[in-house]
């Protein structure tokens, strides 16, 4: 069994804020990521899958289909784009980057056969780097 990663890169902006705190409560968790205005970050996506090496091929998948898949289903409607405004389906009700993560693994899962119809290979892992110091690993449980 092989894990393949492969690496993204989009922007995008987000504003943190709970519709079910005060605004005081919202500025004392969120601190500056509560700007009214938001606030932007160059995110880092790890797309990460598992299977066996095709025998015929050499190779775990096709990287054409994962970019594509990808590049239809996250960067087209992430990127450049206020995730609270503009992509709630993926970013969840406060777009926090653990809400992202899990938006982005739920929307390659639920296309994942699109690109890849047979049982392998699966969708592992989604990470995202939001800043160099904070990770995000969604599992995909089996």
Same mark, same amino acid.
């Given at each position: 069994?092989?894990?393949?990663?492969?690496?993204?890169?989009?922007?995008?902006?987000?504003?943190?804020?709970?519709?079910?705190?005060?605004?005081?409560?919202?500025?004392?968790?969120?601190?500056?990521?509560?700007?009214?205005?938001?606030?932007?970050?160059?995110?880092?996506?790890?797309?990460?899958?598992?299977?066996?090496?095709?025998?015929?091929?050499?190779?775990?998948?096709?990287?054409?289909?994962?970019?594509?898949?990808?590049?239809?289903?996250?960067?087209?409607?992430?990127?450049?784009?206020?995730?609270?405004?503009?992509?709630?389906?993926?970013?969840?009700?406060?777009?926090?980057?653990?809400?992202?993560?899990?938006?982005?693994?739920?929307?390659?899962?639920?296309?994942?056969?699109?690109?890849?119809?047979?049982?392998?290979?699966? $969708?592992?892992?989604?990470?995202?780097?939001?800043?160099?110091?904070?990770?995000?690993?969604? $599992?995909?449980?089996?």
């Amino acid at each position: 069994m092989i894990r393949l990663t492969r690496r993204y890169r989009f922007s995008a902006s987000h504003r943190l804020h709970s519709p079910a705190l005060s605004g005081r409560d919202n500025a004392e968790l969120y601190g500056r990521c509560n700007n009214p205005h938001g606030h932007g970050h160059s995110y880092v996506l790890d797309v990460s899958l598992s299977g066996p090496v095709d025998e015929s091929t050499g190779r775990v998948a096709d990287l054409a289909a994962l970019d594509r898949l990808v590049e239809t289903r996250i960067l087209s409607r992430l990127g450049h784009r206020d995730l609270a405004a503009e992509a709630p389906d993926i970013a969840g009700s406060i777009p926090t980057s653990e809400n992202l993560a899990a938006g982005i693994r739920a929307s390659l899962q639920a296309h994942w056969h699109e690109s890849f119809p047979g049982r392998e290979p699966r $969708l592992d892992r989604v990470r995202l780097y939001e800043t160099p110091r904070n990770v995000f690993d969604e $599992l995909v449980l089996r």
